[in-house]
């Protein structure tokens, strides 16, 4: 089965501020720019990186102007399947409130994966074995 990825907002970011160039956040970032592998975002999704990205100390860190920023993520967007997940009830809570739109867009399809720094998330029990590691996934993608 073919497997579709969520990328953190955390990763994206890791992305752009990083001075590592073969990180594996570099290579994720570089992978959705490029359309490498199958990923998907959600609106919220995208709305998260566009408000973490606008962030004035990280604007400091990744020196993009929101001209820039914009560049990024419609190339982004351009490459990702689009996904509205439902509201549903039976979806799990999330280990932290502000990312239960990442636990709804997981639940949404079986075939979905999250790439994620977040140890709240990562440690999670309900969804064991769906989220991973930036280092995990690029040691997967590119060995």
């Known amino acids: 089965m073919t497997r579709f990825f969520i990328i953190d907002t955390n990763v994206v970011v890791a992305g752009l ?15 959705m720019l490029r359309a490498e ?3 998907v975002l959600s609106q919220t999704l995208l709305t998260e990186y566009r408000s973490v990205l606008e962030r004035p100390k990280l604007r400091k860190l990744h020196g ?8 990024v993520l419609t ?4 490459h990702a399947i689009m996904l509205a997940p439902l509201i549903n009830p039976k979806v799990p809570v999330a280990p932290d409130v502000g990312d239960q739109f990442l636990w709804d ?9 999250l790439v994620s720094g977040d140890k709240l998330l990562l440690q999670d029990a309900v969804m ?16």
Do not use: N
């Open 128 to 143: 064991q074995g769906r989220v991973i590691l930036p280092q995990a996934f690029a040691e997967q993608r590119w060995p």
């Open 37 to 39: 592998f199958g990923f």
């Open 75 to 78: 190339d982004i967007a351009r």
């Open 17 to 31: 501020i990083t001075q590592h160039a073969q990180s594996s956040v570099v290579r994720i970032l570089d992978g």
């Open 64 to 71: 993009l102007s929101e001209p820039e920023i914009e560049i």
């Open 105 to 113: 867009l997981l639940a949404s399809r079986s075939d979905l994966t």
